[in-house]
């Protein structure tokens, strides 16, 4: 059973930065896809960034490309969020997901293409 935990939210000022961590077990993650969503209050849940394991492509939310930064290490089979310029409006729940299947990038922003999910990290941006 495919496992997600992540970690690093907090509370943080407008302006600064996060690193938020994704680490995966239980499954065999070289040629899954593994994202970040976020989920503010009221709001549906939305796509932050992603990244093909297998290849290193990359793909991002337009409110967030320039300041947020998906990467991940093998050798930890961890994904990260380094997110730098926070702003209130990046207040959110954020999920870890993963997908060992890739439809291709179209899929990527798409919630429900996502098998596995993590439990979710508060990050607060106070202004």
């Known amino acids: 059973q495919v496992q997600l935990v992540e970690s690093g939210g907090g509370l943080v000022q407008a302006g600064g930065s996060l690193r938020l961590s994704c680490v995966a077990s239980?499954?065999?993650?070289?040629?899954?896809?593994m994202a970040w969503f976020r989920q503010a209050p009221r709001k549906e849940r939305e796509f932050v960034a992603a990244?093909?394991?297998?290849?290193?492509?990359?793909r991002y939310a337009d409110s967030v490309k320039g300041r947020f930064t998906i990467s991940r290490d093998d050798a930890k089979n961890t994904v990260y969020l380094q997110m730098n310029s926070l702003k209130p409006e990046d207040t959110a729940v954020y999920y870890c997901?993963?997908?060992?299947?890739?439809w291709g990038y179209g899929s990527w922003r798409d919630a429900s293409a996502y098998e596995f999910w993590g439990q979710g990290t508060q990050v607060t941006v106070s202004s």
């Open positions: 997901a993963s997908t060992p299947n890739d």
């Open positions: 239980g499954g065999t993650f070289s040629s899954y896809v």
């Open positions: 990244i093909s394991w297998a290849v290193l492509s990359t």
